[in-house]
């Protein structure tokens, strides 16, 4: 009896399931946002989705994405209390810093702190909250397998991450070092809030980190760890040249912009962790 109970639903039921939880999450936080933007919550979303198809369509297609993330990414999770809690606890606790993020930087940006934006500067700056907000919850997982939180479901997982917690640290704080580093030369030029010369000496420092970090993981990784890391670096290598590459080629052709320094930075970032999440896949990590 007790096995029977334990056994997860059908796929086509924990899809279902989750994806009206997600549904419901996302529009309750999209509401959010508008209301901590503009104040007028889900009136000012209607109201600007009707006087824009362009944001209509991007917001819709938004949610479905984020709907249907959220119910195939979980098909092998059933939905009871403790999921659906450690569900809300993520979700809501990773898009809220989101949202507040993006909101102090639109709003130095609309007090004309950062001077002219530009996509590259907005490209590294969200990737660089991304991959912060990533850590963060990371090592909220890291904490709670000490404690009585129990945030993380599987067991094989939450073991692995007791025991190993000084490497999961440094990967944790790695990510987050390497996130603040993308923000930090997005907010640095002449007239903006980060000056070149201590923008310099940030990024100098970041990296130094980043390098003693990666020495320290590879010390604390094991045999699987360690192969992991080579094929990442190979695959991200192969993306780099082909995605780089092609870029850089049709922009010389005059197909497309050129890209510019920042460009380059937050792609060789993307990427990397790309190729992580593509190794990672190959050999079946991703389903634990």
């Not at 917690?165 to 603040?180: M, P």
């Not at 670096?233 to 320094?261: E, K, Q, R, T």
Request: charged fraction near 10%; charge should be positive; include cysteine.
């Amino acid at each position: 009896m007790a096995i029977a109970k334990d056994m997860p639903g059908p796929a086509w039921r924990n899809v279902a399931a989750w994806s009206g939880v997600g549904a419901v999450v996302y529009f309750l936080i999209l509401w959010a946002g508008a209301l901590i933007v503009n104040g007028e919550g889900v009136v000012g979303i209607f109201r600007a989705m009707l006087g824009s198809q362009r944001l209509a369509a991007t917001l819709g297609g938004s949610l479905v994405l984020a709907v249907a993330v959220t119910g195939f990414s979980s098909r092998k999770r059933p939905l009871n209390l403790r999921t659906l809690r450690n569900f809300m606890i993520h979700n809501v606790m990773a898009i809220t810093a989101f949202l507040l993020a993006i909101w102090g930087f639109t709003r130095l940006n609309g007090a004309g702190a950062l001077g002219a934006m530009g996509s590259s500067t907005w490209a590294a700056f969200v990737t660089g909250v991304t991959l912060i907000v990533i850590a963060c919850m990371g090592t909220l997982a890291l904490a709670s397998v000490h404690t009585r939180a129990d945030l993380v479901e599987d067991e094989a997982v939450a073991e692995e991450m007791h025991d190993r917690g000084r490497l999961f640290l440094c990967s944790f704080t790695w990510i987050a070092a390497c996130g603040l580093l993308l923000i930090v030369l997005g907010l640095a030029g002449p007239g903006r809030l980060v000056s070149p010369q201590a923008a310099l000496m940030g990024a100098v420092a970041l990296i130094a980190i980043l390098a003693v970090l990666g020495i320290v993981s590879w010390r604390l990784s094991d045999e699987l760890g360690r192969t992991l890391s080579y094929e990442t670096g190979n695959m991200a290598f192969y993306l780099i040249w082909v995605l780089g590459s092609g870029w850089a080629i049709l922009a010389h052709l005059g197909f497309v912009a050129a890209p510019a320094p920042l460009d380059w930075l937050t792609l060789f970032v993307i990427l990397l962790f790309a190729a992580s999440f593509i190794v990672l896949g190959r050999r079946r990590l991703l389903t634990r």
